[in-house]
């Protein structure tokens, strides 16, 4: 089978390295910013799903976390409102898009409104590269990749999480195909271990 290659032209969007290390508070393991930002919902299906865009300074901890900017944005209690709003259009698009349904307009609208916003434009400094972004940059960034990724070669690899308590979609970019988790941690061990306690107790009973 032959290997999907990177396609030309990648939206800068999904160049971004994130420094992740202990002390980061969101997580980014989708392979795009926008599908990362869909996931600042987490285990959506739970009664008590857990929202982490749970204020203006974690907003903007996102912003910095997901590389879009290196310096701190100001984030209001409506922009807030109005990245949730953007997050859960997206998010609506992404599970159409993988289920093959037609897209929901309102959500189609208010994606492709932020996507028409100028993006951050990164700038040479004496230090190196330097991004800097207002909120509205940052929201054009995030709806620009959510524009490359549904409309993108990619979209034959999108998937959501094996994990059924998990609700995380992101870009299957592996050999054949084959990544069932967001993460192996915690989803892909769950799930295994879980798998692990039923074989065991199907021996006991046998």
């Known amino acids: 089978m032959k290997r999907r290659g ?19 508070k969101h997580s980014f393991p989708a392979g ?16 008590k799903p857990r929202e982490m865009l749970d204020s203006t300074e974690s907003l903007n901890l996102w912003f910095r976390e997901s590389g879009i900017t290196e310096s701190d944005i100001v984030c209001r209690s409506s922009d807030l409102r109005r990245a949730v709003a953007l997050r859960e ?7 159409a898009r993988i289920a093959e349904d037609n897209y929901d307009d309102e959500a189609l609208r208010l994606v492709n409104d932020a996507a028409r916003l100028p993006s951050p434009v990164p700038q ?22 959510a524009v490359a990724v549904l409309g993108g070669p990619e979209v034959p690899l999108l998937k959501e999480c094996a994990n059924p308590d998990c ?5 299957d970019r592996s050999r054949g195909a084959r990544r069932e988790w967001c993460k192996m941690d915690p989803c892909g061990n769950k799930i295994k271990a879980a798998a692990y306690r039923a074989r065991k107790r199907a021996a006991q009973q046998a």
């Open 89 to 95: 259009a997206i998010y609506r698009l992404v599970v």
């Open 167 to 171: 609700t995380q979609t992101y870009i």
């Open 124 to 145: 040479l400094t004496a230090d190196g590269r330097q991004v800097e972004a207002t909120i509205e940059q940052a929201f054009s960034h995030v709806a620009r990749d």
């Open 32 to 47: 795009a910013p926008a599908l990362d930002f869909a996931g600042t919902l987490r285990v959506r299906r739970s009664p």
């Open 6 to 24: 990177r396609p030309s032209g990648q939206n800068i969007a999904r160049e971004n390295v994130t420094c992740q290390n202990s002390d980061v």
